[in-house]
DNA sequence: GCAGACAATGACAACGTTATCATTGATCCT
DNA sequence: AGGATCAATGATAACGTTGTCATTGTCTGC
């Protein structure tokens, strides 16, 4: 006895049936495969929109042997103005070129969590992974996926041979940033940073250092604080560098976060900014423009760096190109957050 | 001939040849269906980790007829800060409960965009819906969801019977807010709005203005400064407002984003906050804590809002519960923006 | 010792696509 | 005229699960 199909969502064989042509045929208009004949396609185009049909993802999927979704792999407890604005620039790519958008949060690499990550792949959830700090320098998680062949891109971390990086300038964005400084006549310009481990930290920190020694400024002889990338480590770092016997007459702060952090310690300390001391951020996020006094920065395009990794993973994942780094700009913005000495 | 099968992942038969069960036993085991002996379930575990096998999530969704994943809709260009908390807020939750989170960004709804949100369960690409506002209130898309028996839960937005919704309880809060600015003295409460047929701006106005009838102040005869929730907005209305002949004492913006705009206003033309003008906000976004002064607000529990709105969703559409609408609180929270008058 | 109940397991058909290869006609060349 | 070529189409078998129903054993109670 033939089960009664109430209500249920037509299937390509009702459409055929409709449209007077077979299964693949439909299945060929409905993909934009080609080489069909125009009126055929427009039967079966009739025939599906009278009908409210559209294919099954479950099924196409299960056939063709891939997800067309891929997975942004994010750190839990950080910065959300930057996750935001990693989802915000992958979704809008992914949205356009047809894929879905799988974001995964995980608080560290190890048991259940380990699991979790690569059964994405295994059990086809995604087709292939896009990798933020820290993530993206974790070396027993990029083992593990060059191991199983996932292909994926990271968003900045060390170049490494055979794992694709969309990068910024991070060093040429803290030369320029610290330049900026010096030209104002700073020379004591303490530093405030997250973790030291992390690329990013040492890609920036080699900016400053690079720009320090070229004004003949020995980056050691000066202050710096390291915790994390929070706001309260640059809450915390201000306090401490400005009480120095010595203390800085400028502040470049890894991260804009930092900065904040930095400036509102020196709001409550009635030091002002940037009369008494300078405070550079780094990131140009949009916090960098609603605090008082409004941020000099260096704009990080973290949009644009997690847009661009979905394009290139799905270059790889389709075996379009050969996979190859990206670097992007990161220029200097002036804003009122840093004066002449 | 056979095809060869080099390098492709296991599939449940190979588990059940290697376990010397059925393929259905070892389904029953990997999902934790129960009415299987311990032994021959540890034997098929082992098989199965032996192998690396887990199971393929296509051919499960399709033999299931469900996806597993839940949509959240959400609208382009909008404070991202506010997106992040809910996108994290749900995510947390959705992942701990296996579900999938595929967020999808929309700037209008209408034609293909409007063709792709409904596509996304009419494909099976998702179970159901979560509604942020704006979506949330628009008639339309859910006149079309109801009409497709879509699930869906909504974060804020009018309460409306059939629509099952995660709301705060935004009226309470502003009633709060401007009760609190009244205590401390103020009688000329400017108000700085978004979008006026936005429900959400409807309850926190109707607090507001409850909160000055009781104090037998007419809300009409204050200023006011409506346009979106952009932080431009509270930047210009802060010029606007403060540049009147009988300019107001204090201002409550419907947004954190907003009053962070304004006080940044009053930076610019030194006017000291909350000296000259104290300053309310609305929401209690990270940024109340990262800007000078530190922002007086009320707390919308956003994150835990969409967390919740996930844990309504899947129960709608496991059939588990009657769905029920939920109100969380908003409590004031004072900080250093507003001061006696 | 046997019907009945029950727990554990298996066979096999869905689920709704796409891939592969075969089959049509039509068109082209010599 | 007679292949050869080519575009358009179709038949059928995957893809890897789960649902349904049937089939085993294994106990019970009498």
Redesign the interface.
């Known amino acids: 006895m033939p089960r009664h199909r109430s209500r249920t ?1 037509p299937s390509i064989v009702e459409v055929a049936a409709a449209s007077g042509v077979s299964m693949k045929t439909v299945s060929r208009v409905l993909n934009e495969e080609g080489s069909v004949r125009e009126d055929t396609a427009r039967k079966v185009r009739e025939a599906a929109a009278a009908l ?1 049909y ?6 196409q ?2 056939a063709r042997g891939r ?1 067309h979704n891929i997975g942004i792999l994010l750190v839990a407890r950080s910065n ?2 930057r ?3 990693l ?2 620039g992958a ?2 790519k992914s ?1 356009a070129i047809g894929y ?6 995980l608080a560290k690499y190890e048991g259940a969590e380990r699991d979790g990550v690569l ?1 994405l792949k ?4 995604v087709d292939g992974l896009i990798l933020t700090v820290p993530w993206s320098e974790n070396l027993k998680l990029l083992a593990d996926l060059a191991e199983r062949a996932v292909p994926h891109v990271r968003i900045s971390g060390p170049l490494i041979p055979g794992h694709v990086t969309a990068h910024s300038n991070d060093e040429m964005g803290a030369y320029a940033l610290t330049r900026h400084l010096l030209d104002l006549g700073h020379r004591r310009i303490g530093v405030i940073g997250g973790q030291r481990h992390l690329n990013v930290t040492r890609e920036r920190l080699a900016g400053y250092e690079h720009a320090l020694r070229e004004a003949a400024i020995d980056p050691r002889s000066l202050p710096h604080f390291f915790d994390d990338y929070l ?1 309260g480590t640059g809450f915390r770092g201000a306090k401490e560098l400005l009480a120095l016997s010595a203390p800085p007459s400028a502040l470049l702060c890894l991260t804009d ?1 930092l900065a ?2 930095a ?2 310690r020196c ?2 300390m009635n030091v002002t900014v940037p009369g008494k001391v300078s405070i550079a951020g780094m990131g140009d996020s ?2 960098a ?6 941020l000099t920065t260096a704009t990080v395009p973290t949009a644009e760096l997690a847009a661009r990794a979905v394009g290139m993973l799905v270059d790889v994942i389709e075996g379009k190109t050969a996979p190859t780094d990206l670097i992007l700009d990161v220029p200097l913005v002036v804003r009122g957050s840093t004066a002449r000495v």
């Open positions: 969502a409210g559209t294919l099954n993802l479950s099924a999927r299960l997800s959300w103005q996750t935001a604005e989802v915000s979704l809008g949205q879905g958008l799988v974001p995964h949060v059964a295994a059990r086809k959830a706001f976060i904040a952090g400036i509102r709001h409550e949009s916090i423009e609603m605090i008082w006094p409004t």
